[in-house]
């Protein structure tokens, strides 16, 4: 089995991040096998809802550090956008299990999912200052948007946590249920999108987006800021840090 896993299970398409011994950092190869599952999901007809989980005790643990290391040394495009750009603009409606910690771009992307379900031992982070980043995949926008500037506030600047309770409370996941009951649940929500008309079930899926047209031009603008931020000396301190399980030390930065 691949680090990407896609299934599908009569009309749903199964994604499922399968680097458990990583606890399912992406990488370049798992971003692009996202990005190819979203865009057969709009290809395909037969596919009327995907589903989208993480194997093992966490969902996705943001992107692989080591690989941000590398990649900081380069001057290539972010090559998470490709993904950003198939999740973002995916016509068909999106569920999401999440089965345990969802950290960085783990839970950013969670923001253009259609639902949204979690265990109890779920937990949401987005510790992109900590590292010398910002945020990415339009959650700068969109995160205020979903949970008001004070709450977006802390979880964007600060890096603060939600539970899983508390991800519900503001309205951020649609239900919480046991982990033993997830893909249940899950897939049993997958499958009552699927069975409904399916131009019916898009159509409504892109007037509720249509909200937020600003959501191409924000995550153009991010990816360049993020860009920037890590080749920055900030976010290298914060890498080796991580690398060397150590506390980071940015007194030096002005």
Partial sequence: MTDVSVTQAGPVLEIILNRPEKKNALTRAMYAAMADAFRLADADPAIRAVL???????????????????????????????????????????????????IGVGTTMLAHADLVIACPLARFAMPFTSLGLVPEAASSLLFPRLLGHQRASALLLLGEAMDATTAKDWGFVNRVVASADLMTEARGLAARLAALPPEAVRQTKALIKNGRPDVPGRIAEELVLFGQRLRSPEAAEAFQAFMEKRKPDFSRFS
């Fill in 52 to 102: 989208l989980t993480g194997n093992g005790d966490t969902f996705c643990a943001g992107n692989d550090i080591a690989d941000f290391q590398v990649r900081a040394e380069t001057t290539e495009t972010i090559h998470a956008s490709p993904f950003l750009v198939a999740l973002s603009s995916l016509a068909t409606p999106l569920v999401a299990a999440v089965n345990g910690a969802a």
